[in-house]
């Protein structure tokens, strides 16, 4: 309150306690966000945009003083407009100099990059350096080209340069702390990413994220490294052409040869400077990673990705290393390019209480895949619990699996899971390269896969609504499980001594 808080309007000059701007507000008409941003945007302060009104950028808005601080909008009506007509980013933080920034919260707010010139820029960005408690909330982005950008490239590069010329008390820039909470993403033309993001104690929740599946789209989330983060209660929809909802992986160990050394104190430096950091990326391991009661829905398009998910190195020659990473009540939905749902090349991962219908998806499909992917050591302590499986296509032969395993995976459980294909020819529970790699019981077998109807609720139609994988009286499904480290159900209902099969107990 007070002079700590300041109203600003596009086209008149606010009044203090009147409209919504709050009773002894400081109060400005300016039509420029980047000019409001860096007038007002200072410690203690809360700079407030009226609703309904439209701002202009140019160029980018920066903030690079330390925080507390609030960005968001006041009065009735729609959030406030800022129409980026740039090439740039709408809202960056911090700089090479302020790797200490922190305490910032921005919310209300539409950015829209106006579907070009804006092709390179992102809404929110961290482009400039190192932050750290950061809450990004109900922020609405319009045909950006990306709509979140707290990635680590640029970090990497400043902690490393630093370190390269004998400055290492500046190498301390990170990402940490960051919350981005139920904001929107509406694809436009020049879409290719919604989330390209890294760090450290990562939330990201409740968000509505749509790539509008365009040729020239990408991921619609990318994490080159999360350490510690939640992603979870968010709908994730229509990634660019061969591209995934989720793609998980990790700085590279050995992409050059004694590009990494993780057991030194810093890396040893190659041309490659953006690639990784000690400060900001720890032991070079992704971890730690709960991605839980998510929508995915794929590409409705041919050209769209066969994966869905992937947690796995970024390509065959890059050794990223994950581990410690938990997936739980999800639900993918699939589209007309769909093969895989989940594709694991990591260790230490565990699926449980996930639902997957590929009634919507291509000529092969598998629900989880575990395999091993660019130079990683192996696949390694894999577990798969009570997970629905399902599609009402005509899947030809021999191209239905529910879980499939490479040749050099190892330590692979698979329990309690349910599925059901019935107009596929020929369709299995596990196709399976690695032999006794495998520690498996109480699945659905093969010919239950094929024929045996788990009585699913909507018993009359395909299910479609998550309520409708429920197993009713009757069902084989009930009370064949076994007791495994899963605590309740897709609802959140408590697990009893007696274990169904699937995602959703009867």
């Given at each position: 309150?007070?002079?700590?808080?300041?109203?600003?309007?596009?086209?008149?000059?606010?009044?203090?306690?009147?409209?919504?701007?709050?009773?002894?507000?400081?109060?400005?008409?300016?039509?420029?966000?980047?000019?409001?941003?860096?007038?007002?945007?200072?410690?203690?302060?809360?700079?407030?945009?009226?609703?309904?009104?439209?701002?202009?950028?140019?160029?980018?808005?920066?903030?690079?003083?330390?925080?507390?601080?609030?960005?968001?909008?006041?009065?009735?009506?729609?959030?406030?407009?800022?129409?980026?007509?740039?090439?740039?980013?709408?809202?960056?933080?911090?700089?090479?100099?302020?790797?200490?920034?922190?305490?910032?919260?921005?919310?209300?707010?539409?950015?829209?990059?106006?579907?070009?010139?804006?092709?390179?820029?992102?809404?929110?960005?961290?482009?400039?350096?190192?932050?750290?408690?950061?809450?990004?909330?109900?922020?609405?982005?319009?045909?950006?080209?990306?709509?979140?950008?707290?990635?680590?490239?640029?970090?990497?590069?400043?902690?490393?340069?630093?370190?390269?010329?004998?400055?290492?008390?500046?190498?301390?820039?990170?990402?940490?702390?960051?919350?981005?909470?139920?904001?929107?993403?509406?694809?436009?033309?020049?879409?290719?990413?919604?989330?390209?993001?890294?760090?450290?104690?990562?939330?990201?929740?409740?968000?509505?994220?749509?790539?509008?599946?365009?040729?020239?789209?990408?991921?619609?989330?990318?994490?080159?490294?999360?350490?510690?983060?939640?992603?979870?209660?968010?709908?994730?929809?229509?990634?660019?052409?061969?591209?995934?909802?989720?793609?998980?992986?990790?700085?590279?160990?050995?992409?050059?040869?004694?590009?990494?050394?993780?057991?030194?104190?810093?890396?040893?430096?190659?041309?490659?400077?953006?690639?990784?950091?000690?400060?900001?990326?720890?032991?070079?391991?992704t971890k730690y990673v709960v991605i839980s009661d998510n929508k995915l829905i794929?590409?409705?398009?041919?050209?769209?990705?066969?994966?869905?998910?992937?947690?796995?190195?970024?390509?065959?020659?890059?050794?990223?290393?994950?581990?410690?990473?938990?997936?739980?009540?999800?639900?993918?939905?699939?589209?007309?390019?769909?093969?895989?749902?989940?594709?694991?090349?990591?260790?230490?991962?565990?699926?449980?209480?996930?639902?997957?219908?590929?009634?919507?998806?291509?000529?092969?499909?598998?629900?989880?895949?575990?395999?091993?992917?660019?130079?990683?050591?192996?696949?390694?302590?894999?577990?798969?619990?009570?997970?629905?499986?399902?599609?009402?296509?005509?899947?030809?032969?021999?191209?239905?699996?529910?879980?499939?395993?490479?040749?050099?995976?190892?330590?692979?459980?698979?329990?309690?899971?349910?599925?059901?294909?019935?107009?596929?020819?020929?369709?299995?529970?596990?196709?399976?390269?690695?032999?006794?790699?495998?520690?498996?019981?109480?699945?659905?077998?093969?010919?239950?896969?094929?024929?045996?109807?788990?009585?699913?609720?909507?018993?009359?139609?395909?299910?479609?609504?998550?309520?409708?994988?429920?197993?009713?009286?009757?069902?084989?499904?009930?009370?064949?499980?076994?007791?495994?480290?899963?605590?309740?159900?897709?609802?959140?209902?408590?697990?009893?001594?007696?274990?169904?099969?699937?995602?959703?107990?009867?």
């Open positions: 309150g007070g002079n700590n808080t300041v109203c600003v309007a596009a086209s008149t000059l606010p009044v203090a306690g009147a409209g919504g701007c709050p009773a002894g507000a400081v109060t400005a008409q300016q039509s420029s966000f980047p000019a409001a941003i860096s007038s007002y945007a200072i410690t203690g302060k809360r700079v407030l945009f009226k609703r309904g009104d439209t701002f202009a950028a140019a160029a980018e808005a920066r903030i690079t003083a330390t925080g507390p601080g609030i960005v968001g909008s006041y009065g009735p009506g729609a959030l406030p407009k800022i129409q980026m007509t740039g090439d740039t980013n709408v809202l960056g933080f911090s700089s090479s100099s302020t790797p200490d920034f922190k305490d910032w919260r921005i919310m209300d707010l539409d950015m829209d990059g106006m579907g070009g010139p804006a092709t390179s820029g992102t809404g929110i960005s961290s482009a400039g350096g190192g932050l750290a408690q950061v809450t990004v909330l109900r922020l609405t982005y319009r045909n950006m080209s990306n709509a979140i950008g707290f990635a680590l490239d640029l970090i990497n590069y400043l902690n490393n340069y630093f370190i390269a010329n004998s400055r290492p008390a500046e190498a301390i820039h990170t990402v940490d702390q960051v919350t981005v909470v139920d904001s929107t993403v509406i694809p436009g033309a020049a879409t290719v990413y919604s989330a390209y993001d890294s760090g450290n104690r990562i939330a990201f929740m409740g968000n509505n994220f749509d790539n509008g599946g365009n040729a020239s789209g990408s991921h619609i989330t990318r994490w080159p490294f999360l350490n510690k983060a939640v992603i979870s209660n968010n709908t994730f929809a229509h990634p660019g052409f061969t591209r995934l909802a989720i793609k998980l992986h990790a700085p590279y160990w050995n992409a050059t040869p004694g590009e990494f050394n993780p057991g030194a104190a810093h890396p040893v430096i190659t041309s490659n400077l953006s690639n990784y950091s000690t400060y900001a990326n720890g032991d070079g391991y794929d590409a409705p398009t041919a050209a769209g990705n066969p994966w869905s998910v992937e947690l796995g190195p970024q390509d065959s020659g890059s050794d990223e290393r994950i581990r410690n990473v938990i997936l739980e009540r999800n639900w993918w939905v699939a589209n007309t390019a769909s093969q895989v749902a989940l594709r694991i090349s990591a260790s230490e991962i565990t699926a449980r209480n996930n639902v997957f219908d590929f009634s919507n998806g291509s000529n092969s499909q598998t629900a989880i895949q575990v395999v091993k992917d660019g130079v990683v050591v192996t696949s390694d302590q894999v577990r798969i619990y009570n997970n629905t499986i399902y599609t009402s296509y005509a899947v030809p032969s021999s191209q239905f699996a529910g879980i499939e395993l490479a040749a050099q995976v190892t330590n692979i459980t698979a329990r309690n899971n349910l599925a059901y294909a019935p107009n596929a020819q020929g369709p299995v529970m596990f196709v399976n390269a690695c032999g006794t790699c495998l520690t498996a019981s109480n699945n659905s077998s093969d010919t239950q896969v094929k024929g045996t109807a788990p009585n699913f609720a909507s018993a009359s139609a395909a299910p479609a609504n998550l309520a409708d994988f429920t197993i009713v009286s009757g069902s084989y499904a009930i009370g064949a499980g076994i007791a495994v480290p899963v605590w309740s159900d897709f609802f959140l209902v408590p697990q009893t001594s007696t274990r169904d099969l699937g995602a959703i107990n009867h």
